[in-house]
């Protein structure tokens, strides 16, 4: 039973444009949600996260939207550049702290190409 | 950069031997996690501690066993290794982003390859 779903494999956008990474989630118990993006050889790299008492969070190009009745969330970046291609993960946690240990579950990531 | 280092960064083993990956951090973090990373799933936990001795398991924990004798050494032992065990196996931390969230920090990864 997959809880965190990106449901998009691959993702191709041209440089400036904007591009949106989407992922659903089934557990209603997630509330906090988090973005990584992972070069391939490397450790996933922390991106943006957001807590589930907001529906939005911005860092620099990059957003992310939380649609609660819907269990998605999205992430936007704007403008894509070339350096941003990646493999991007969303993943949950059922309160970050506390008895959850911060455990994390996450979708099974999409693959963006950036072109120039 | 969390401090984290895994080693080794690369190891081939056949099948029935046992594996040991070391997880190293130097920021005195409390809490510690064990992912694997395969094609179509993404990360899935394996175990994680939440102090010296404390353990517990993940989601795809069978066949793993893990210790934490001290704060900064977590190890990850495939008791006899399958190849089923072939992927990329990446140790975590938990830590304060900027904005004062507790947010998980990797490590560089160790693929392992069970022939």
């Known amino acids: 039973d997959q809880q965190v779903k990106q449901n998009s494999p691959s993702l191709s956008v041209q440089e400036g444009r904007i591009s949106i990474l989407n992922c659903d989630y089934t557990n209603s118990m997630f509330d906090y949600f988090l973005w990584y993006k992972k070069y391939p050889a490397e450790g996933p790299t922390f991106l943006i996260s957001i807590s589930s008492i907001k529906d939005k969070n911005e860092d620099g190009r990059f957003t992310v939207f939380l649609n609660k009745s819907a269990k998605h969330l999205s992430l936007h970046i704007v403008p894509s550049q070339p350096g941003d291609s990646a493999v991007y993960f969303c993943a949950a946690s059922a309160s970050p702290g506390g008895t959850s240990y911060g455990k994390l579950t996450f979708g099974q990531g999409t693959i963006l190409t950036v072109h120039p | 950069d969390a401090g984290i280092t895994q080693s080794p960064r690369h190891k081939v083993t056949e099948t029935g031997t046992p594996v040991t990956l070391r997880c190293h951090q130097t920021?005195?973090?409390?809490?510690m996690y064990w992912y694997r990373q395969d094609p179509g799933h993404g990360l899935r936990l394996i175990h994680y501690s939440y102090g010296v001795k404390d353990t517990d398991k993940g989601e795809v924990s069978d066949g793993y066993s893990v210790s934490r004798s001290k704060t900064e050494d977590f190890l990850l032992t495939l008791e006899s290794a399958t190849s089923s065990q072939t992927s990329v196996y990446f140790c975590a931390i938990t830590s304060r982003n900027k904005a004062s969230t507790d947010t998980q920090y990797f490590g560089p990864g160790t693929r392992l390859t069970v022939l």
């Open positions: 920021e005195n973090h409390r809490y």
